[in-house]
């Protein structure tokens, strides 16, 4: 499931896959992606002070 709303976002952007698969899917992934990539900075940043 979560493979098919990858390949919509990918292939039709964030328009198609709110037309398709609506509002809250959207919100899911955005959110997702938020937490994936704050998750990200927090461990480079963790590491940068661990080394300074």
Known sequence: MF???RQ???EEGWK???RKEGWKVGALLFTFFL???LVWLAIF???????S
């Open 8 to 10: 919509i976002l990918k």
């Open 3 to 5: 493979k098919r709303y």
């Open 16 to 18: 198609g896959l709110i």
């Open 45 to 51: 940043y963790g590491l940068f002070e661990a080394f």
């Open 35 to 37: 937490v994936k990539g």
